[in-house]
Nanobody, 116 residues
Framework: QVRLVESGGGLVQAGGSLRLSCTASGGGGIFSRSAMGWYRQAPGNQREMVAEITSGGSTNYADSVKGRFTISRDNAKNTVYLQMNSLKPEDTAVYYC????????WGQGTQVTVSS
């Protein structure tokens, strides 16, 4: 099973930017063959999809982040990124990365807090 470790979260003012990283290890090279996703969960809310990227680089975004967030991947580094610009207080959440592999893997999450 793939192990995922997220980093890059923190506290930022509204309008600012952050870049999250998620590095995969293990799994016998499955990372490059797997679609990857970023999800987030705010207190009291369900976990929701933020952005997805296929092994070929096609992307999909939640409507709430389109035009502000960009997902990308570097298969040589087994890493997927989430560039977040024009952050809003409602983007505050714990952000998780995940593989769309079987079995599915999740990272431990990284906190993003956007102050108004």
């Amino acid at each position: 099973q793939v192990r995922l470790v997220e980093s890059g979260g923190g506290l930022v003012q509204a309008g600012g930017s952050l870049r999250l990283s998620c590095t995969a290890s293990g799994g016998g090279g499955i990372f490059s063959r797997s679609a990857m996703g970023w999800y987030r969960q705010a207190p009291g809310n369900q976990r929701e999809m933020v952005a997805e990227i296929t092994s070929g680089g096609s992307t999909n975004y939640a409507d709430s982040v389109k035009g502000r967030f960009t997902i990308s991947r570097d298969n040589a580094k087994n890493t997927v990124y989430l560039q977040m610009n024009s952050l809003k207080p409602e983007d505050t959440a714990v952000y998780y990365c995940t593989t769309y592999s079987v079995p599915r893997s999740w990272g431990q999450g990284t906190q993003v807090t956007v102050s108004s």
